[in-house]
């Protein structure tokens, strides 16, 4: 896999989470790549929601993504 092929994976899956956290900052969907604990942070904050419940959240976004799921579906936790 090259460089640009990451990159555009890397970019599919931030519009995963801004499809799914809509309230979210680009400046906050960096966090995910480097800073995850803030990351849902962030998403707590937004959304007043438990940690565990935005992570919960998270790992199904990873695994459908990973999964290469292509079922759509937005939900504001």
């Known amino acids: 896999m090259n460089t640009d092929q990451i990159k555009g994976q890397a970019k599919q899956l931030s519009g995963k989470l801004k499809e ?3 309230k979210l900052t680009d400046d906050d ?7 995850r604990d803030q990351f849902l942070g962030r998403v707590q904050q937004q959304y007043g929601i438990a940690k565990e419940d935005a ?9 459908s ?3 290469g799921s292509s079922g759509s579906s937005r939900h504001a936790a």
């Open 20 to 22: 799914t956290w809509g």
């Open 55 to 63: 992570e919960k959240k998270l790992r199904m976004i990873e695994e």
């Open 29 to 35: 969907l960096a966090l995910y790549e480097g800073q």
């Open 65 to 67: 993504y990973k999964t």
